[in-house]
């Protein structure tokens, strides 16, 4: 009898364990390719600094390693990695996300494109901007980009941080660099951030419809043939449970709705 019930509590866990990676698995893979696998790639590289398989000091940006010596993975890396695991990292990671996630489901929906297209020239302007100042890990300046340019996007969502301010999304990206000011940190990634945002923003939603202005910033086509899947069928109409619901935007609520 008590091999017997031994046996069964050990297919129970197993069936758990089985149950719960699925659910992962699903969960995962519903997150949408741009923001999954750049949170993903933010994630392996903390770990595996803090598994010591690497340093920091392999990741950072220097301009003198990366022109001189063609340690050219730098200018990706510095984008990846926050810190070691602990308040910080936590903080930044679910902003990230957050953001992150909510540009690719919401104004850069079926353009995947378009959003690598602005990772790239986020990522651009902000090594260029490096050169100048003394940074030698820009994740978090890209996370208060991905935060501005959504911020401007969707200027009449109400904000509660912390449940100790109520403010509108605008204001976000200045409320974060007021947080990081009390932590001690430096307001010199956050106001890179806003910068490299609010030029991304003004070239691609602004300046087009301004008298005179015109779209400087254009998707390379080779990038919409990578990422980009066909167009739908304009004239196929889905069955109900096919249509797609609205999103749950989580913090905050739209004025007058």
Same mark, same amino acid.
């Given at each position: 009898m008590r091999a017997g019930?031994?046996?069964?509590?050990?297919?129970?866990?197993?069936?758990?364990?089985?149950?719960?990676?699925?659910?992962?698995?699903?969960e995962y893979l519903q997150v949408p390719p741009v923001t999954r696998a750049y949170t993903?790639?933010?994630?392996?590289?903390?770990?595996?600094?803090?598994?010591?398989?690497?340093t920091p000091f392999q990741l950072y940006f220097n301009p003198e390693l990366i022109f001189k010596h063609f340690?050219?993975?730098?200018?990706?890396?510095? =984008?990846?990695?926050?810190?070691p695991v602990?308040? +910080?990292?936590?903080?930044?990671?679910?902003? /990230?996300?957050?953001?992150?996630?909510m540009l690719e489901e919401g104004s850069f929906r079926g353009r995947t494109a378009d959003f690598v297209f602005m990772f790239l020239f986020g990522g651009l302007l902000m090594t260029l901007f490096g050169l100048?100042?003394?940074l030698v890990f820009l994740g978090q300046a890209f996370t208060i980009m991905l935060v501005y340019v959504w911020s401007r996007r969707n200027p009449y969502v109400r904000m509660n941080f912390f449940g100790l301010l109520i403010f509108q999304a605008p204001f976000l990206?200045?409320?974060?660099?007021?947080?990081?000011?009390?932590?001690?940190?430096?307001?010199?990634?956050?106001?890179?951030?806003?910068?490299?945002?609010?030029? =991304?923003f003004f070239l691609e939603d602004v300046f087009p +419809?301004?008298?005179?202005?015109?779209?400087? /910033?254009?998707?390379?086509?080779?990038?919409?043939?990578?990422f980009d899947t066909p167009e739908d069928d304009p004239n196929y109409n889905p069955l109900p449970e096919e249509r797609p619901g609205g999103f749950a935007w989580g913090e905050g609520q739209r004025l007058g709705g």
């Open positions: 019930a031994e046996a069964w509590r050990k297919r129970k866990r197993r069936g758990s364990a089985k149950m719960a990676y699925q659910t992962f698995r699903q993903t790639a933010c994630v392996l590289t903390t770990a595996a600094v803090q598994l010591e398989l690497i340690q050219v993975w730098r200018l990706i890396t510095n =984008y990846l990695f926050f810190g602990g308040f +910080n990292f936590l903080f930044n990671m679910i902003f /990230l996300y957050r953001y992150c996630r100048f100042v003394n990206p200045w409320v974060l660099m007021g947080f990081s000011l009390l932590l001690g940190n430096s307001i010199i990634v956050d106001l890179l951030g806003i910068a490299v945002g609010h030029i =991304y +419809n301004q008298p005179g202005g015109g779209r400087l /910033l254009r998707t390379p086509s080779v990038l919409k043939a990578i």
